[in-house]
């Protein structure tokens, strides 16, 4: 009934009589109470099906990174690692491989001189050329995905127009770190380096391979930061 009349005070000064700052103050108190009465009523549910997160202090995205964050709902972070693209790094990849190929169709041209059986020497290098040039093509346009709630971590990774995942059950994770291993870059070669891994059950689930060293820590940071606030459920 207070609330009414507070309300009538306000939205019809005329009628009502007029609105003084007590009935603002007053209406605020009002409004104040009804929203602690109603987090109260609620909070056995929240507290029951572990919906209530703490929002954490995320570390700053590295300058000029690519990378997405995307807070889909309250508790629920998602990390894209979008594919490298045209960019400059991946153009200048696919156009040192078609200088390569390049040099190659001229090589092709000069034993031709020495009659068509010399050709043959020049097919291993074509099919070296064509299977990186392949294998740049497919790490250029692959992406990542990684999605946390309060109960799991998601690992999605796109790749030649197929799909790979991974699921974790956060309070089983051991550790997310730098690991030392190989993985492929974006001319399809693989090669020995450190990267940002999953520690799961004594196994290494990579992400992030092909990022900057400044990315790759910041991942780490953010991952662990984030899980960090995670409400263990109760039992």
Request: aromatic share 14%; net charge positive; glycine share 6%.
């Amino acid at each position: 009934m207070d609330w009414i009349c507070c309300t009538n005070r306000l939205n019809y000064p005329g009628r009502y009589g007029t609105a003084r700052d007590t009935d603002v103050h007053y209406c605020a108190y009002i409004l104040k109470k009804t929203i602690q009465r109603f987090y109260l009523l609620f909070l056995p549910f929240i507290t029951r099906f572990n919906i209530m997160t703490v929002t954490p202090d995320l570390p700053d995205r590295p300058a000029k990174s690519k990378i997405k964050i995307i807070m889909e709902e309250p508790g629920k972070l998602s990390v894209h690692i979008p594919r490298e693209g045209f960019s400059l790094r991946g153009f200048f990849t696919l156009l040192f491989i078609v200088f390569w190929m390049f040099m190659i169709v001229i090589w092709s041209i000069l034993l031709m001189q020495f009659g068509y059986i010399w050709l043959l020497a020049s097919v291993p290098f074509w099919a070296l050329a064509i299977t990186i040039f392949i294998l740049s093509v497919r790490m250029i346009f692959s992406s990542q995905t990684l999605t946390i709630n309060h109960r799991e971590l998601l690992l999605l990774k796109k790749q030649n127009g197929k799909t790979a995942h991974a699921i974790f059950d956060i309070r089983k994770i051991e550790s997310i770190g730098l690991v030392e291993g190989t993985y492929k870059t974006l001319t399809g070669i693989t090669r020995r380096g450190t990267y940002p891994a999953i520690i799961y059950n004594k196994e290494a689930f990579g992400f992030g391979e092909r990022c900057r060293s400044e990315e790759k820590r910041w991942l780490i940071d953010l991952l662990n930061n984030f899980i960090a606030t995670k409400i263990t459920p109760t039992s």
